[in-house]
């Protein structure tokens, strides 16, 4: 691992924090669990997408920079640095981006690359089912071939943000009487399609953060499948590494939270030295996510020479799903009872920043799959332990 940063690399760094000083909403963007925020935060990244900052690490062609991952960790600790808006289409941009980038069409890469990058069309993922959470192989919504169209039946929930989406992408059972994780097809939806239902579902913070979708023989062309028919949990494997994996949590992102809570210590030193564990707690959180940040450079330096991670992206994952919580957690411990204060409440300022944070951090060792199914995969996988 080299840790020094080429000219070319410092060059990048600076034109990203200049453009992010000169851009960056001064105000703060409503919500994006919200239909008003989800358009302001689409309306902000179309911005980041103009200057070619919304996908550094994608082609030219479709809209990005041809960053490698070593300016891509750069470009995350300045779009955080910098207190820019947390991003509502990584859903589409860095998992199904990924996916079409190493699975998709040549016409499915020119069509749907650029109009992501641009935040044309925002992503929902649609995996999990009523009967399929952790079993993700147990999904029965079905997707029966006729022509050039699929007719799609079924049920998907906790779809983030799907109430707002333009699309959904998810795994279908496209081979009748198929079991587990054979014959599913990888599909590509319209939300606006005929046969399409969304009901929201509120999340911890009372927005309509979810929602179940509902398919009523809606046609979908065959065109819009990636991969081979059939051959879709390999696609949604590959989506699944790219979740638990580097992208979807940057090191930048704890890093910068980490600061934010050495602040919050600083300004409440007297109360919280009265209890020596949160100053300890504080230091650990930053330590943590200092060590997550060298963690990712090693691995980026390992994936630049070509190697692959596998099942370690399940590590990641634990780290950044109980590092988020250790540092929200101990943010809580500092505000005390008033930490509970709801954004509504005229004292609650700072504090509704971090019972958000603390309420979304709850959610992060379930999503992206759940952590006690990480520790089986590395259990299983990487410790060589029997499966019972
Ligand atoms: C904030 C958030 C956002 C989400 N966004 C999406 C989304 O956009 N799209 C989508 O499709 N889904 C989404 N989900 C759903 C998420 O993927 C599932 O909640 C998750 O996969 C767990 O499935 P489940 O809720 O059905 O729980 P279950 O699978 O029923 O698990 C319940 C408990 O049992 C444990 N468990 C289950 N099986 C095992 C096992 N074999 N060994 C040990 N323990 C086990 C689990 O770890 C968990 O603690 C989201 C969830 C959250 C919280």
């Known amino acids: 691992m080299n840790l020094t940063y080429s000219t070319e690399q410092q060059r990048f760094r600076m034109e990203v924090r200049q453009w992010l000083a000169d851009n960056v909403p001064r105000q703060k963007l409503a919500s994006y669990d919200t239909k008003e ?39 995350e600790e300045e779009y955080y640095g910098a207190d820019a808006p947390m991003r509502v289409n990584q859903n589409g941009q860095l998992l199904l981006g990924s996916t079409l980038l190493d699975f998709g069409t040549e016409q499915q890469k020119a069509h749907f ?25 147990n999904i029965s919504s079905k997707a029966v071939r006729e022509g050039d169209f699929y007719i799609v039946n079924g049920q998907k929930t906790w779809s983030t943000r799907a109430t707002f989406a333009d699309w959904a992408f998810g795994l279908f059972r496209s081979e009748p009487g198929s079991k587990r ?45 990636i991969g081979d028919e059939g051959k879709g949990w390999q696609v949604a494997m590959a989506t699944a590494g790219f979740e638990r994996g580097l992208l979807l949590r940057s090191p930048a992102r704890f890093q910068q ?9 600083r300004s409440h030193k007297a109360s919280a030295d009265r209890n020596p564990a949160i100053g300890v707690a504080v230091s650990k959180c930053w330590s943590d996510a200092q060590a997550y940040a060298l963690s990712a450079y090693n691995t980026v330096g390992r994936l630049n020479r070509g190697e692959k991670i596998g099942a370690e992206s399940s590590i ?20 005390g009872a008033s930490s509970e204060l709801l954004a509504s409440a005229p004292l609650a300022t700072e504090r509704a920043y971090w019972l958000e944070g603390f309420l979304f951090a709850q959610a992060g060792p379930i999503y992206a799959g759940a952590n006690e199914i990480q520790r089986n995969i590395i259990a299983e996988r990487m410790l060589g332990l029997p499966k019972s």
């Open 257 to 265: 939270t980490a600061r934010k809570l050495v602040q919050l210590y």
């Open 316 to 335: 990641n994952k634990i780290i950044w799903s109980e590092l988020d919580l250790a540092i929200h957690q101990t943010a809580m411990d500092i505000l």
């Open 181 to 225: 994780h054979h014959g599913l097809s990888f599909l590509m939806v319209p939300l606006d399609a005929e046969g399409v239902t969304i009901r929201p579902i509120k999340a911890l913070n009372g927005k309509d953060a979810f929602a179940e979708i509902f398919f009523d023989n809606v046609k979908v062309p065959v065109k819009h499948r």
């Open 113 to 137: 690359l650029p109009r992501m990058a641009a935040s044309d069309d925002m992503w929902a993922q649609a995996w999990s089912e009523p009967n399929a959470g952790s079993d993700m192989a």
């Open 37 to 75: 925020g989800f358009e302001q935060h689409r309306a902000w990244e179309r911005k980041l997408s103009e200057a070619r900052l919304s996908m550094v690490m994608w082609p030219q062609e479709f809209g990005g920079r041809g960053c490698d991952l070593t300016e891509w960790l750069i470009f």
